[in-house]
Structures are given as C-alpha cells and as structure tokens.
T-cell receptor
C-alpha cells in the first residue's frame, strides 16, 4: 500500500479564497483523522470519521472549516473563506479501529 | 480530555550518545504510539506500544500502562535521529482520537 496520500503538498492562496485539501486513506482502514499543526498549538485534531461518518468535529475551529468523506477512499477538508491565521500544516491520518494510525505527508498551507 | 506530557522538551546530544525520552499520560489508554517528525515535516511511525517493550534497531520503547508512562530509548545516536519525537495516545474508551504531547526536540551533533 502507498500509505496515506494527501494533496496538494503545498498550497499558497490569498485571503478570502476557498481552499480544498484532499486525502486518500490506506485501503481497509475505517477511521480517518484530520489534524492541524502549528508552532503555537502543536498537533490538534480537527475532525475524525468512522466508516465515512463524522464522529467528532469539536476541533474544527469555526464554520469556515468543513470536511466530508463521500466514500471509504477519499476525504476533503475545505476552508472558505481562508484567513492568514489558517496557515499551518494539515495532516490526514487513517487507522483500522483503534490500532496504529498512519499519517500522510501533510499539506503546508500558506494564506497571504 | 487526556493529558500527555513529554520530557525533556529539548535534548542536545553528541553523536554516539544514548538518551531516554519520557511520555506521561493522565488516563488509561487503548493505544500509544511514538512518532519521529523529521526535518522535512513527515511523521514517521516508530512504535505502536500500548504496553510492554519493543525494539527496532537502535530504538526501543517501553510502556508501563498501569503507571501511565512510556519511555523511548535512542542508543548510539546519529545525526539522522534529529527531529521532534511525539508520543500520542487514545483513551481506554470508545474514543479513537489520538491526543499528542508537545514533543521532544532532539538535536544530534556530529
């Protein structure tokens, strides 16, 4: 398996624009997680899915953020409109039940 | 939520030295993982170790679940060991989200 695949690897956008981050989990994994990493807050969980259903979105910072998982092999995290304070590295991870989680390479987002 | 504390926050080592990183957690856990974040930002899985001891080359880890801590040992450190080491846990409940510690930044000097 190729592991968790995220795209794009880097994204630079202007404030106010819509940003869509994409994730393909490892085949057979039933949990998918979106994390954000910043210097100030470290690694924080934004939302996670089980069998494509959102379970806990309490970490989503505000209504500008939304996430979907239309099928077992694809998820998106959308920010609309984007703001400079959204600049961070966004990671997607997947696991089978509560067992070992594997992370993608991350998307480095810069909002100018 | 569960609290995860890592120590020390920073560690500077001379190449060839040994070191121990510690992770304390505040509740019973279902899963504990150690990750290495390399200078390119990638999170590399080191160990999945909810209990017991495991070894992988120069690295080993021990988790004492009853006492709520885990240790990561680095022996004969190399410059490629530099980076941030994270401990992450999820609680012994139906809660599968991993909570991360703040990490230990390791710098290995040649």
């Amino acid at each position: 398996d190729a592991g968790v695949i995220q795209s794009p690897r880097h994204e630079v956008t202007e404030m106010g624009q819509e940003v869509t981050l994409r994730c393909k989990p490892i085949s057979g994994h039933d949990y998918l997680f979106w994390y954000r990493q910043t210097m100030m807050r470290g690694l924080e969980l934004l939302i996670y899915f089980n069998n494509n259903v959102p379970i806990d979105d309490s970490g989503m910072p505000e209504d500008r953020f939304s996430a979907k998982m239309p099928n077992a092999s694809f998820s998106t995290l959308k920010i609309q409109p984007s703001e400079p304070r959204d600049s961070a590295v966004y990671f997607c991870a997947s696991s089978f039940r509560s067992y070992e989680a594997f992370f993608g390479q991350g998307t480095r987002l810069t909002v100018v | 939520g569960i609290q995860v504390e890592q120590s020390p926050p920073d560690l500077i080592l001379q190449e060839g030295a040994n070191s121990t990183l510690r992770c304390n957690f505040s509740d019973s856990v279902n899963n504990l993982q150690w990750f290495h974040q390399n200078p390119w930002g990638q999170l590399i899985n080191l160990f999945y170790i909810p209990s017991g001891t495991k070894q992988n080359g120069r690295l080993s880890a021990t988790t004492v679940a009853t006492e709520r801590y885990s240790l990561l040992y680095i022996s004969s450190s190399q410059t490629t060991d530099s980076g941030v080491y994270f401990c992450a846990v999820n609680r012994l409940s139906n809660d599968y989200k991993l909570s991360f510690g703040a990490g230990t930044t390791v710098t290995v000097r040649a």
